[in-house]
């Protein structure tokens, strides 16, 4: 067999794992997520405890947790018994992973955390499991094999816990209506917190560097404004000072090849009318957004009175890190 050939049977073993923890999924699921949902209520956390591979699954797990506003922990089953249960608080939820439900440092753990008042959920494929008896929840997250030749290695068990995790979380995260707001609360180091933080107004560019002219100007003036500025646009603006325009560099060249008397004509007779624009309120997500969807280099930002006040330049977002 090829390695491109083996690396599909994997695929295909897991996915097949998956499809059949799925269909398993039952009532239990629910009372898991208001489960949870009442302890964070209450101010207590997610202990997530488990051994081996199912440890470094339930360390991802409670790290998508955390980084989605339900507050998480990993407890070390073996360094528990040293002092490190003290982490436990009556109230928390403890997730428990044990495939087989029967791994002798998690059911050894299980006397010091029954001594405070906590529910237990475990992860196991063995519903009549010393872990299962001892838990007040059960996810059954049993598959039909490993992916692992000999049936051996943790590979499609696994995988069926890190995505009962995905699921919990993802369930937990609708159910208390978290927003993309609150996630880029938890990630302000990272581009998805920037464009969710960031409002047009922190990124736009403004005073000498956003051009605008008045529709009665010539292009010829219109473009020494555009110069100053060093901006590839202008906001054109009627009497009233409202927004009634755009003219680009591009709108220059295009006129420029049919009519010889461009520089003189006013820049009114030339603009593009309704330009797209956005508000210096709106999100900076939002300015990304337009410029995924719209095939333009530089978006106007109006203030509440319809008046241009600034200039997002497609070129400056590489440089904002919110791309």
Do not use: W
Not at 238 to 260: K, P
């Amino acid at each position: 067999m090829s390695h491109l050939a083996k690396a599909r049977e994997v695929f295909d073993i897991e996915l097949a794992a998956l499809k059949s923890v799925r269909a398993q999924l039952d009532q239990s699921f629910n009372r898991a997520v208001e489960t949870i949902i009442a302890v964070l209520k209450s101010r207590g956390k997610i202990v997530i405890v488990g051994i081996g591979k199912s440890g470094n699954v339930g360390a991802k797990i409670a790290a998508t947790l955390t980084s989605t506003g339900s507050t998480a922990v990993v407890l070390s089953s073996v360094d528990a018994l040293h002092g490190d249960v003290g982490i436990i608080n009556d109230g928390d939820v403890i997730l428990a992973l044990s495939y087989s439900g029967e791994s002798d440092e998690l059911l050894n753990l299980l006397p010091a955390l029954k001594r405070f008042s906590v529910k237990i959920i475990s992860f196991t494929s063995n519903g009549k499991s010393s872990l299962a008896k001892h838990s007040d929840l059960t996810l059954n997250v049993r598959i039909p094999k490993e992916a692992c030749p000999f049936n051996l290695a943790p590979t499609s068990s696994t995988t069926a816990m890190l995505v009962m995790g995905d699921a919990l979380a993802m369930a937990v995260l609708s159910a208390r209506g978290f927003t993309q707001k609150d996630f880029a609360k938890y990630h302000p180091s990272g581009a998805i917190g920037r464009a969710m933080l960031l409002k047009v107004g922190d990124i736009m560019r403004s005073g000498n560097r956003n051009a605008i002219a008045k529709d009665n100007l010539t292009v010829k003036e219109a473009l020494l404004v555009m110069t100053h500025a060093k901006s590839g646009s202008l906001a054109v603006v009627d009497a009233r000072g409202s927004l009634a325009g755009v003219f680009t560099d591009g709108d220059f060249r295009r006129h420029m090849a049919t009519d010889e008397n461009l520089l003189s004509q006013p820049v009114k007779s030339v603009m593009t009318r309704k330009p797209i624009c956005i508000r210096d309120d709106a999100l900076a997500a939002e300015a990304l957004k337009i410029f995924n969807e719209r095939n333009i280099d530089d978006l106007i930002v109006v203030n509440a009175k319809n008046q241009p006040v600034g200039l997002v330049d497609s070129q400056d977002l590489p440089k904002l890190k919110i791309m």
